[in-house]
C-alpha cells in the first residue's frame, strides 16, 4: 500500500490518553502530519466545525458519549458539522453486536484493539483508496453497506438495477 497519509487530516477521538497517544505515534510512523485529537464527543464536534477532518477515528466507548451515538449524530443530525466524513472505529470488545451496532451507525471501517500499525494501515487505505458512497434514507445515513456487487443474487432485497427496468428489444 503505497499511499501518502501527508495531506489527509485525522482527528482522534478517545477518552484515553495513552491510547490517543498510541493511534497518534502510528499515524505519524505511517507519514500523517495533520493529526488532531479530541477526548469527548463535544471536543470533537467543536474540532470539526473549526478544523474540518478527511478521516475520524473515534473509539466505541468515551467517558460522556457512546461512540455509536456520537457517530449517529454525525451522520444523521442537521447540525453535524461532518456527516459524510469517513469514521473508522476502534474498539477492545469487538463481538458482533458491536460491529453490527456501529455499522447500523454508518461506521466507515472497524478496528479491534489492540491496533497495529498495520491494520490500520490497511483501514485507512481502504477508505482513501476505496471510498464507498454515501447512502441517506430514513434509517440509515452513512456509506454504502454492500461491499461488492453480486450479480448472482436473486433475493427479496436485491435492488433492481437500470438493466431490470429497462424491457430488452421486443419485451415492450
Do not use: Q, W
Not at 66 to 82: H, I, N, Q, T
Request: charged share 35%.
Amino acid at each position: 500500500m503505497a499511499i501518502s497519509l501527508e495531506e489527509v487530516r485525522f482527528l482522534i477521538v478517545d477518552d484515553n490518553v495513552h491510547m490517543l497517544n498510541i493511534i497518534k505515534t502510528i499515524l505519524r510512523g505511517l507519514g500523517a502530519t495533520r493529526v488532531l485529537e479530541a477526548r469527548n464527543s463535544k471536543d470533537a464536534l467543536k474540532r470539526l466545525r473549526y478544523e474540518p477532518a478527511d478521516i475520524i477515528i473515534l473509539d466505541y466507548v468515551l467517558e460522556d458519549e457512546d461512540g455509536v451515538e456520537f457517530l449517529r449524530f454525525l451522520r444523521s443530525d442537521p447540525e453535524s458539522p461532518a456527516p459524510f466524513t469517513p469514521v473508522i472505529m476502534l474498539t477492545a470488545h469487538s463481538d458482533m453486536s458491536r460491529v453490527t451496532a456501529a455499522r447500523d451507525a454508518g461506521v466507515t471501517e472497524f478496528c479491534a484493539k489492540p491496533v497495529t500499525a498495520t491494520e490500520l494501515l490497511r483501514k485507512v487505505a481502504a477508505v482513501v483508496d476505496r471510498p464507498r458512497p454515501f447512502v441517506r434514507s430514513g434509517a440509515y445515513t452513512g456509506p454504502d453497506r454492500r461491499r461488492r456487487d453480486d450479480p448472482e443474487y436473486e433475493g427479496e432485497e436485491r435492488r433492481k438495477d437500470r438493466r431490470e427496468e429497462t424491457p430488452r428489444a421486443g419485451e415492450a
